[in-house]
């Protein structure tokens, strides 16, 4: 059995006061789902003294794949790691279309976080116009093998993946139980002998209204959520419906 896991990315978004009074406001009721709150780089060690007695774990939004040094600007593993957090977003398509990260870079990244201990959650999901054009499985196919090529399945075992179609991230417009579980169905399969232990989570647009269908089909283990993650009580309540 895998522990739904529900992620909240806030994205550049929040403040001091924003994650004080979400804190103060989230009831998970044991909710039995795995909870991580991923913030802003500045307000990891906040979240980290809120999370401390919860059962949440702290994630971050990205990472460097250099190791130390004259980097302006960029954050590393240990820096992460210095500060409690234990997972991390890795080619999250803000950071592939505007940041231009390659899937080769994503992979390096992938492989820093888990030299350092922490958990690589992969971003992986295809453009509205791959869809149309009927190369989804291809474009995701080709996100995931650049991973595949820098790693053994022992390795696989300790990392989450994410499938965020790019055409539902942000828009409202979520992709259909069935048409997540198709791609959910279709990674799990090329992640081959670990892909029964790899937690397969679904991301875009994803809300306390949509959530129980998506979270009911059987390689959905849960959400990377977004928007509204930024709601405590929303929030909230997708991590109950992931422990259902
Ligand atoms: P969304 O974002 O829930 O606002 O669509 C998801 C994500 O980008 O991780």
Sequence with gaps: MRTPLVAANWKMNGSR???????????????GAEVVICPPFPYLSLVADRVAN????????????????????????AMLRDVETRYVIVGHSE?????????ELVASKFVAAQE??????????????????GWALDAIAAQLQAVLDRVVADDLK???????PVWAIGTGRTATPEQAQEVHGFIRERLGSAG????????????????????????????????????????????RAAAQ
């Design 116 to 133: 350092s201990g922490l958990v690589p959650i992969l971003c992986v999901g295809e453009t509205l116009q791959e869809r149309e054009e």
């Design 95 to 103: 950071r592939r279309s505007l940041y231009g990260e390659s899937s």
């Design 17 to 31: 006061e924003f994650a004080e009074g979400f804190f103060t406001a989230l009831d998970l009721e044991d909710s």
């Design 158 to 164: 300790r990392a989450v993946v994410a499938y965020e």
């Design 54 to 77: 919860r059962a949440i774990a702290l994630g971050a939004q990205n990472l460097s794949h250099e190791a130390a040094g004259a980097y302006t600007g960029e954050v590393s593993a």
């Design 196 to 239: 029964d232990a790899v937690r397969i989570l679904y991301g875009g647009s994803v809300k306390s209204g949509n959530a129980t269908a998506l979270f009911s089909q059987a390689d959905i283990d849960g959400a990377l959520v977004g928007g509204a993650s930024l709601d405590a009580e929303e929030f909230g309540k997708i991590c």
